[in-house]
């Protein structure tokens, strides 16, 4: 049986326990175990600081970036075997693994190359310079200061090679070590990563560590320099934020949680938003089973089109085969766990109560090339309900699954954001219309509220990418119950990993360490 070994203080290390198994969900087969009972975390955190820590510093953001292209290149090279393991543990079909594994390797190159853009700097400059008083010789400079402690990466099961891959740019490119623990169930792609940047990648070492298994005690470990950036339910979000530990040292945490994402057809959207509205709500319900933190929940339309909307998506559905990911036919494969399986079904119950199903049959499905009752599948599901407010728990309730509820609203842009903000904040909300008040009232009304902003017109609906995609150079995160978080959003990801400072006196001699020039600030 293959023992998925964790990366700690330099050496590959397992835990003294009975190992968890992490399974194949379309056949319910063990693949490998993995175990972190008894293992030195305090030590392994020390030697990321020490080791990693000191080392990545020293580096200028090109050299970072160089270090990012090579990890980049080293994914790339693992792309086949990546995308298998994903398939077996994740459930994943192929296009679902191209998503998360191209994912990864894009946004560690488009970190390369913006470390290469940073140029010979050793931390960023942070907005103008501040003249203060008379004279102008007296300045303040603010700059952003690599931390030096680790970035402790707590990632979800539904995307290990980006979730990994996305944080770790971010945090390597602002000068940190990066510590990261993969969720246990699909751990398998992580692990596999892991094995490849540290066998072909030249990190330097302690740049990156991986715990692979439980969490067990690595929180009481955390020091003031620390960063957690966890991606997760918004359940455990909220023991990290909560940890006595984390609070009493201060560490700052980074959530990105669960979240109820919206997808809006507004007034005047001619037949170009229309289609690229159908397009996407069919690629946001079966990508990756439903299982994405962006996908869409929630469909708000003029009632007067809630009929036609139905039909038309239901036809797209039609068409979807659920079965096992590694036959080309299959378009979607099965939920990752028996756990999220199982909580897919009572959630689907909680949402039965306010809604009906207006495509699909709550259930497993007929899955295809699959033998007997083996494999944790959801079919696709389309809900509806005529009352949008009165169904309170479709704005409540995360169902990580592939199935969105369809609701009307009035036609009004303030109706359609009042009914979007009772998510409570979410990832990203799309809106398809052409009718420009509409779109300039939804946004105004709609962005206090979520981290990112779809809006797709007829001039851009054939280019406008599903709402679900998250670029690097764009802000990921939400506030609320989205977790407050952000990260990505190009340099603005480097925010969690490094200190603001301002360093306040003789400009041109601040300038002239800082390797600034007197007129850049
Ligand atoms: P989860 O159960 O909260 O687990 C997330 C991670 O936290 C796993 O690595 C897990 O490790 C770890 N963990 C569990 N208990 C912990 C504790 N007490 N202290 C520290 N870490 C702990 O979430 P999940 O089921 O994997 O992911 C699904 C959720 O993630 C969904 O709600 C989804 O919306 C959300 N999500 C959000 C985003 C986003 O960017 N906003 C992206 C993807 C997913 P073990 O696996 O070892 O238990």
Same mark, same amino acid.
Not at 330 to 336: E, S
């Given at each position: 049986m293959l023992v998925l070994e964790s990366l700690l203080g330099g050496r590959w290390v397992s835990g003294d326990g009975p190992g968890i198994s992490l399974l194949n969900p379309t056949t319910e087969a063990v693949l490998a175990t993995c175990d972190t009972h008894g293992l030195d975390l305090a030590a392994a955190l020390e030697f990321a600081r020490s080791q990693g820590?000191?080392?990545? #510093?020293? =580096?200028?953001?090109? %050299? +970072?970036?160089?270090?990012?292209?090579?990890? @980049?290149?080293?994914?790339?090279? %693992?792309?086949?075997?990546?995308?298998?393991?994903?398939?077996?543990?994740?459930?994943?079909? #192929?296009?679902?693994?191209? $998503?998360d594994i191209d994912g990864a390797i894009g946004t560690l190159m488009y970190y390369?190359?913006?470390?290469? @853009?940073?140029?010979?700097r050793r931390f960023a400059l942070d907005g103008p310079v501040e003249n203060i008083g008379k004279g102008g010789r007296v300045q303040g400079w603010h700059i952003r200061a690599p931390k030096q402690g680790v970035a402790v990466h707590i990632n979800a099961f539904n995307f290990p090679a980006w979730g990994l891959a996305e944080k770790a740019a971010c945090a390597w490119l602002a000068g940190m070590p990066v510590l990261t623990k993969p969720a246990t169930s699909t751990a398998l792609v992580a692990w596999h990563i892991v094995k490849a940047l540290d066998q072909k990648a030249s990190l330097p070492a302690g740049a990156l560590s991986l715990l692979c298994g439980p969490v067990g005690d690595l929180l009481d470990h955390l020091g003031p320099q620390d960063v957690v950036a966890f991606t997760g339910s918004a359940e455990t979000g909220a023991k990290i934020r909560g940890h006595q530990r984390v609070r009493s040292v201060g560490?700052?945490?980074?959530?990105?949680?669960d979240s109820l994402n919206s997808s809006v057809l507004g007034a005047g959207a001619d037949d170009a938003s229309y289609d690229a509205f159908i397009r996407h709500l069919h690629t946001e319900m079966t990508q990756k089973a439903g299982q994405k933190c962006t996908a869409t929940r929630r469909i708000f339309v003029p009632r007067d089109r809630q009929a036609e909307v139905i039909s038309d998506l239901s036809e797209r559905l039609r068409g979807v085969v659920v079965g096992d990911p590694s036959r080309d036919d299959?378009?979607?494969?099965? /939920?990752?766990t028996r756990e999220q399986q199982r909580s897919a079904m009572e959630g689907?119950? +909680?949402?039965? %109560?306010?809604? +009906?199903?207006?495509?699909?049959?709550?259930?497993?499905?007929?899955?295809?090339?699959?033998?007997?009752? #083996?494999?944790?599948?959801?079919?696709?599901?389309?809900?509806?309900?005529?009352?949008?407010?009165?169904?309170k728990v479709v704005h409540d309730l995360e169902v990580f699954a592939p199935l969105a509820t369809v609701l009307p609203y009035d036609g009004t842009a303030k109706d359609a954001a009042a009914l979007v903000s009772l998510g409570q904040g979410s990832l990203v909300a799309s809106i398809y219309a052409d009718d420009r008040d $509409? =779109?300039?009232?939804?946004?105004? %009304?709609?962005?206090?509220?979520?981290? +990112?902003?779809? /809006?797709t017109d007829g001039k851009i609906a054939d280019r406008s990418m599903a709402p679900g995609m998250v670029l690097p150079g764009l802000n990921h995160g939400g506030p609320g119950r989205a977790g407050g978080g952000s990260e990505l959003g190009g340099v603005r990801g480097l925010d969690v990993y490094t200190q603001r400072c301002v360093i306040q006196g003789n400009g041109p001699l601040i300038a002239k360490f800082l390797g600034a020039s007197a007129g850049e600030g």
């Open positions: 820590g000191g080392a990545l #510093r020293a =580096l200028t953001f090109a %050299e +970072r970036g160089a270090l990012l292209e090579a990890a @980049s290149k080293t994914l790339h090279a %693992e792309r086949e075997a990546l995308i298998e393991l994903a398939v077996q543990n994740g459930g994943n079909t #192929r296009g679902d693994a191209k $998503f390369a190359e913006l470390g290469k @853009s940073l140029g010979d560490v700052a945490v980074n959530v990105e949680a299959v378009h979607v494969g099965p /939920l990752a689907i119950a +909680r949402l039965l %109560e306010v809604t +009906r199903p207006a495509f699909g049959t709550p259930g497993r499905g007929a899955p295809r090339g699959v033998e007997g009752e #083996r494999g944790f599948f959801v079919a696709p599901l389309l809900l509806t309900a005529e009352d949008a407010r009165a169904a $509409f =779109l300039e009232q939804a946004v105004v %009304e709609l962005a206090p509220w979520h981290g +990112r902003l779809v /809006l």
